[in-house]
């Protein structure tokens, strides 16, 4: 039986690294979780975060994925050393990824950074992102209301400019030449995050870097898809499974089309 890449997230957000996954890696199987029906991560405590994240990784073991990918800024920022001592497997987050997308797109040296308020709380972009360039300048503000407007599928609805200028309006003028969607459902909003922004403002995600990271790894490790048979995905998510196969449709619809996925929802 292939092995697959395990992602998960809070919610619908994971989708966007999945995108990429599957784009440059189509031979690879994916088994995603989004954990939907206690999305958002963003207000929740630390331990609660990590205990959620835990419990979706116990979960995920019994398919004996061949790495794990924390799709969720959040669930990266307080819980990606605790699953890396509870597996064996690689486990990748998508903070480092996203910073180094940034560095190498600054000409400036001032960087922007969205994301919830956990993420934005835990400074762990700050971090990743002055560990590498030490003389960096970092613009950071939480926006709570952005991801829970994706969960419910109102991504393409009238209201998003109005919401998402709202949430970025201390942002508006800084002299960033790049910001970091520190949330990976904010790609959803992209458009509008970009018109707020201007055209100036490089949006950076960090789907792509993280994408390409585990590429490296599992060739390093000599563990990539070498069958060439067209993968079976699976989907678990753990609310409106209805909801969730919508958003995941619609924003796969290009993948999905040409490997069968499998819609489940689990025992959690």
């Keep these: 039986m292939q092995q697959a890449i395990a992602i998960l997230d809070s919610g619908v957000g994971g989708l966007t690294v999945v995108k990429e996954v599957m784009r440059q890696l189509p031979q690879e199987k994916i088994i995603y979780f989004g954990d939907t029906a206690r999305s958002p991560y963003g207000p929740r405590s630390a331990d609660e975060v990590r205990a959620f994240t835990s419990q979706i990784v116990d979960y995920l073991i019994q398919f004996n994925p061949k790495m794990i990918v924390i799709a969720c800024n959040t669930a990266t920022a307080v819980a990606i050393e605790d699953i890396r001592a509870k597996v064996t497997?690689?486990?990748l987050g998508v903070i480092s990824p996203g910073a180094r997308a940034a560095i190498k797109s600054t000409r400036n040296g001032v960087v922007g950074v969205i994301g919830t308020d956990g993420t934005i709380r835990s400074?762990?972009?700050d971090q990743a992102l002055t560990s590498i360039s030490?003389?960096?300048q970092v613009f950071s503000e939480a926006c709570p209301l952005l991801a829970p407007f994706v969960e419910k599928g109102l991504f393409d609805a009238e209201?998003?400019?109005?919401?998402?200028?709202k949430s970025l309006r201390s942002l508006v003028g800084k002299p960033m030449d790049c910001l970091i969607l520190g949330c990976t459902h904010y790609p959803f909003l992209s458009h509008a995050i970009s018109r707020v922004m201007g055209p100036e403002v490089t949006l950076i995600s960090s789907a792509d870097e993280t994408a390409r990271e585990a590429s490296?790894?599992?060739?390093?490790?000599?563990?990539?898809?070498?069958?060439?048979?067209?993968?079976?995905h699976q989907f678990f998510c753990s609310g409106d499974?209805?909801?969730?196969?919508r958003i995941a449709q619609t924003w796969l619809k290009d993948q999905i089309?040409?490997?069968p996925v499998v819609w489940q929802v689990p025992n959690i």
């Design 89 to 91: 497997i690689p486990v």
């Design 123 to 125: 400074h762990a972009y």
């Design 216 to 232: 490296t790894i599992l060739y390093h490790r000599g563990d990539l898809a070498k069958n060439g048979q067209i993968p079976v």
């Design 257 to 259: 089309s040409i490997a």
């Design 241 to 245: 499974p209805e909801l969730f196969k």
């Design 159 to 165: 209201e998003v400019d109005a919401i998402v200028e």
């Design 134 to 136: 030490p003389g960096i």
